[in-house]
């Protein structure tokens, strides 16, 4: 990994203002690389199990990429017994569940919503965004009232369970989030399906407690999110101000589109954070899948999971990590 980030580095210096990390519009993707045909869905923390089995459900009857990755999280935004994601979410200090989310295809389109709230599947609105207007993203009650007018329900999200666990926090109202603790575990998806493209989705209820308006990385194209169906995709999880400041998503596949594998491009990536941020006391984990259906994972700490799903097999996988204690 060392020499790598070193031929990188070194590379970026004599191709400087070509492109980003260098990058030649003459470039082709590495040979290596030859696109599955075998669907493969790819999750973060356990969660993703269940989200894995919806997305392979949709594609093995013959949806898209990008529909698996939108059904598939779909299932975690309508449980009510998670805390990090849709309807049941830990709200900000104020008491207000809010949503973000973003979603992407195989040919560059991407849609968002960020600081959504009373909706409870932000994924679809992010869909409806990217496929039913000329933007990207959408925000607050903008994002609302366009859900609204999409024929999106409105309805409460804050469940009982989550507001006693936020009148408990107001006790002491201390700011103090916890590594793989689930105040935090965004759900990112990567979703290959028959004819090989690949598309994501990235959805959560944000950090618990947070300043009301606070938005991270996950409805942010580049941060919490990115598909190149050329190369790769990749989504982020964790501490989101550390993927913004990094834009984590689309460094993972530059690398790949620069010859790392999907693994070291993870690691690279991380390193990145290492070697800039502040970084011991919060959890970033990056997860990604190159075209031809090969994963990675790494994290800053033990503990990040994510599901894979192939062949018919979901199974949990536990990440490396940069840390081992």
Same mark, same amino acid.
């Given at each position: 990994m060392t020499s790598r980030r070193k031929f990188l580095k070194n590379s970026l210096a004599v191709t400087a203002g070509v492109g980003i990390v260098g990058a030649s519009c003459a470039e082709k993707k590495p040979t290596a690389l030859v696109r599955a045909s075998k669907p493969k869905a790819l999750s973060t923390w356990v969660?993703?199990?269940?989200?894995?089995?919806? =997305?392979?459900?949709?594609?093995?009857?013959?949806?898209?990429?990008?529909?698996?990755?939108?059904?598939?999280?779909?299932?975690?935004?309508?449980?009510?017994?998670?805390?990090?994601?849709?309807?049941?979410?830990?709200?900000?200090?104020?008491?207000?569940?809010?949503?973000?989310?973003?979603?992407?295809?195989? #040919?560059?389109?991407?849609?968002?919503?960020?600081?959504? #709230?009373?909706?409870?599947?932000?994924? =679809?609105? =992010?869909?409806?965004?990217?496929?039913?207007?000329?933007?990207?993203?959408? =925000?607050?009650e903008g994002a609302r009232r366009f859900a609204l007018a999409q024929g999106f329900a409105e309805e409460n999200l804050l469940t009982e369970s989550s507001k006693k666990a936020w009148e408990e926090w107001l006790k002491s109202a201390e700011y103090n989030p916890i590594i793989n603790v689930e105040n935090h575990d965004t759900i990112g998806m990567i979703c290959q399906d028959a004819e090989g493209n690949l598309s994501g989705s990235c959805t959560t209820s944000g950090l618990a407690y947070k300043m009301h308006g606070r938005v991270g990385d996950s409805p942010i194209i580049g941060a919490g999110l990115f598909v190149d169906n050329d190369y790769g995709a990749a989504v982020a999880t964790g501490m989101g101000e550390l993927m913004m400041k990094t834009l984590g998503s689309f460094l993972v596949v530059e690398l790949i589109r620069q010859g790392a594998s999907a693994q070291e491009a993870c690691e690279d990536a991380i390193q990145r954070i290492v070697d800039k941020l502040d970084y011991k006391s919060f959890q970033v984990g990056y997860l990604a899948m190159d075209i031809a259906g090969n994963t990675g994972a790494f994290a800053i700490h033990p503990g990040f999971n994510y599901a894979e799903m192939a062949n018919g097999k979901n199974e949990l996988i536990d990440a490396k990590s940069y840390l081992n204690g």
């Open positions: 969660h993703g199990l269940p989200a894995n089995e919806e =997305a392979m459900r949709i594609i093995s009857g013959g949806g898209s990429a990008l529909d698996g990755a939108e059904k598939g999280v779909m299932v975690i935004e309508a449980d009510p017994n998670g805390s990090s994601v849709g309807i049941g979410g830990l709200p900000d200090r104020d008491g207000n569940v809010t949503l973000d989310a973003c979603i992407m295809d195989h #040919q560059g389109n991407a849609g968002a919503v960020c600081f959504l #709230q009373n909706i409870k599947h932000p994924i =679809a609105v =992010a869909r409806k965004v990217m496929e039913d207007t000329p933007h990207v993203m959408l =925000a607050g």
